[in-house]
Nanobody
Framework: QVQLVESGGGLVQAGDSLTLSCAAS?????MGWFRQAPGKEREFVAA????????VYADSAKDRFTISRDNTKNTLYLQMRSLEPEDTGVYYC?????????????????WGQGTQVTVSS
């Protein structure tokens, strides 16, 4: 099992940009980003297959976030721009052995501990 460690979170102002990283301890297949706001369920943000042939975004992320990965470094990224207070939450990366259904939490078998993103208005 690979270990996943997120980093890059922090406190920013509305309109700012932030890039999250997820370092894996080994080779990974499909990867995704999820987030969880206080008092809410964990929700899908973005995902991509290992080779990048499949990339999916939540509607809330589609025009502002970019998911990418560097397989030589076993690292997944999430570039976020034009951040809004509604983007506040703990951001998790996760690995899936699937190519399809990547928007579902149930598709993922390994999870990181999360990194906090707080966007002030």
């Amino acid at each position: 099992q690979v270990q996943l460690v997120e980093s890059g979170g922090g406190l920013v102002q509305a309109g700012d940009s932030l890039t999250l990283s997820c370092a894996a301890s080994g080779r990974t297949f499909s990867m995704g980003w999820f987030r969880q706001a206080p008092g809410k369920e964990r929700e899908f943000v973005a995902a991509m297959s290992r080779g990048g042939s499949t990339i999916v975004y939540a509607d809330s992320a589609k025009d502002r976030f970019t998911i990418s990965r560097d397989n030589t470094k076993n690292t997944l990224y999430l570039q976020m721009r034009s951040l809004e207070p509604e983007d506040t939450g703990v951001y998790y990366c996760a690995e899936s052995n699937r190519m399809l259904g990547l928007t579902s939490l149930q598709a993922y078998t390994q999870w990181g501990q999360g990194t906090q993103v707080t966007v002030s208005s």
